[in-house]
C-alpha cells in the first residue's frame, strides 16, 4: 500500500471510530446534542471527502477484509470506553478547515525571522533529538517518531510544524501524546498550550481557556500560554475587563514580533474603549 493511500485509510478508519464513539458519548450524556450535531456534521464532511480522494488509488489487496468461514461468525467489537474531556476536543479539532492566519503568530513570510511562539531548544525535554528536524520532511520526521515514540523533543518539532502550517489535525495527536505522557511540566504545558489555542481556533472558548491556565500552572513562565490567555479572555470568552490586565501583562513579554505588539495594542486599544 502507498504511503499516501495508507494514511487516507488510517484517518478514515479513525474518523469512522470517532463517529461510533461520538454517538454512544451522545447516548451517555457526555456530549450535548448542539455540539454532537457540530461534530457529527464536520465528521461526515471530512469522512466524504477522505472517501473521494481514496477513489483516486486502487484498492490493494491486503486492505480488503477477510471473508469468514461460514461456519465462523464474526468476532464481537468491544465497546470502546468513554473518552475524557481531551479526547472531545480532539473530534472537533481534527476536522477543523483551515482558518486565514492565526491571530498573533507573527507573519512567516516577512523575512524578519521573528517568531511569536516559544521554541523549546534541543536537550530541553528528555531525550535528544536524533536528528535536525529542519533537514528532513514531515514523512521522515513521522518515520522517526513513530520509531521512537518518546524523545519528546522530537515529536515537539514535528508538532510546532504542523502548527505552524495551520495543520491542526496532525498537531493535535502529537500535542496530545506528549500532554499524555511528558515527563516535564515545560513539555505538557507547552503542549496544552497550543491545545488550547486549537480549541479557541473552533470555538471552544472554555475548554481553550481551560488548557491554557492549565499550562500556566504547570509553567507559570510559558509566555506562549500568557499571550494565548489573554487573546481567549478577549475574543473566546468575552470578559473584556478581565483580558485587560492579561493583555497588558502580555504586551511586557519577551521576543515578540512588530506584528503581534501590534495586535496586542489593537486588542487593548478595543478593551479599552468597551469598558466604562
Do not use: C
Request: aromatic content about 6%; hydrophobic content about 40%.
Amino acid at each position: 500500500m502507498t504511503s499516501e493511500r495508507k494514511r487516507l485509510v488510517e484517518r478514515r478508519d479513525l474518523v469512522t471510530r470517532d463517529l461510533e464513539e461520538l454517538a454512544e458519548q451522545q447516548d451517555l450524556g457526555e456530549v450535548d446534542p448542539d455540539t454532537a450535531a457540530r461534530l457529527r456534521a464536520a465528521y461526515k464532511t471530512e469522512l466524504d471527502s477522505l472517501e473521494a480522494s481514496l477513489a483516486d488509488f486502487p484498492e490493494e489487496p491486503d486492505e480488503r477484509p477477510a471473508t469468514p468461514p461460514p461456519d465462523e461468525a464474526p468476532a464481537p467489537t468491544p465497546a470502546t470506553p468513554a473518552r475524557p474531556v481531551s479526547q472531545i476536543v480532539k473530534v472537533s479539532l481534527v476536522i477543523v478547515v483551515v482558518l486565514t492566519g492565526a491571530i498573533f503568530l507573527a507573519a512567516r513570510g516577512d523575512g524578519s525571522g521573528d517568531q511569536t511562539t516559544v521554541q523549546s531548544a534541543p536537550g530541553e525535554s528528555p531525550g535528544e533529538l536524533t536528528v535536525d528536524p529542519n533537514a528532513v520532511s514531515s514523512e521522515q520526521l513521522e518515520a522517526i517518531v513513530a520509531a521512537n515514540p518518546d524523545i519528546v523533543g522530537m515529536r515537539m518539532a514535528l508538532a510546532d510544524r504542523y502548527f505552524e502550517d495551520e495543520d491542526y489535525g496532525s498537531a493535535l495527536d502529537h500535542y496530545l501524546y506528549i500532554a499524555e505522557n511528558a515527563g516535564e511540566a515545560v513539555d505538557e504545558a507547552q503542549a496544552l498550550a497550543r491545545i488550547g489555542w486549537m480549541a479557541y481556533r473552533t470555538g471552544l472558548h472554555i475548554e481553550a481557556d481551560e488548557y491554557v491556565r492549565t499550562s500556566l500552572e504547570l509553567d507559570p513562565g510559558n509566555a506562549e500560554a500568557a499571550l494565548y490567555r489573554g487573546f481567549i479572555t478577549m475574543y473566546g470568552l468575552e470578559d473584556v475587563e478581565a483580558a485587560i490586565p492579561q493583555l497588558e501583562d502580555a504586551l511586557e513579554l519577551p521576543n515578540l514580533s512588530v506584528n503581534v505588539v501590534a495586535q496586542i495594542n489593537d486588542a487593548l486599544e478595543e478593551a479599552r474603549g468597551r469598558t466604562p
